[in-house]
């Protein structure tokens, strides 16, 4: 008599555990980005509307940096070139918000006159960038 030998088991990779892991690192993420989020503002309950809208900021950084450089989001420009391509950008998109990002060790002589071309390139909102000061108004944030 011929005993019957069982027929061996095919391997099987189990799916539900892998969910449970990348659902725990995905709510990981989402809790450690709010974390990261600063909010400058009171907290408040905000009043709920239908046709609210979240509304992206499309923004260009104007920088002038400790050696006297200039640029435009990270494109290195000569200072006659900052109108040109302030101008071009708004061309594209009216609604552009400029940051003026000058070094602190520069004059303001050279932040006003990078001021002067992009509002003669008829920028409508034009921003200076700052960083914020410490709880107790003393020096800057480390």
């Known amino acids: 008599m011929r005993l019957r030998r069982p027929e ?28 990261m989020t600063k909010m400058t503002g009171m907290p408040v309950q905000l009043p709920k509307s ?6 992206p900021v499309v923004k260009v950084m104007v920088t002038v940096t400790a050696a006297g450089h200039y640029y435009v989001d990270r494109q290195a420009v000569e200072f006659a070139g900052i109108f040109g391509e302030i101008r071009r950008r708004l061309r594209d998109n009216p609604k552009l918000v400029v940051i003026l990002n000058c070094d602190k060790t520069q004059k303001v002589d050279k ?26 108004g003393g020096g800057m944030l480390q």
């Open 8 to 35: 061996p088991k095919k391997a099987r990779i189990e799916i539900i555990p892998m969910i449970d892991t990348i659902f725990f690192l995905l709510v990981f993420f989402m809790v450690a980005s709010l974390a």
């Open 111 to 136: 932040l006003i006159q990078v001021m002067d071309e992009v509002k003669r390139a008829n920028a409508e909102n034009v921003l200076i960038a700052t960083e914020p000061k410490t709880q107790d």
């Open 50 to 55: 239908g046709t609210a809208q979240a509304k």
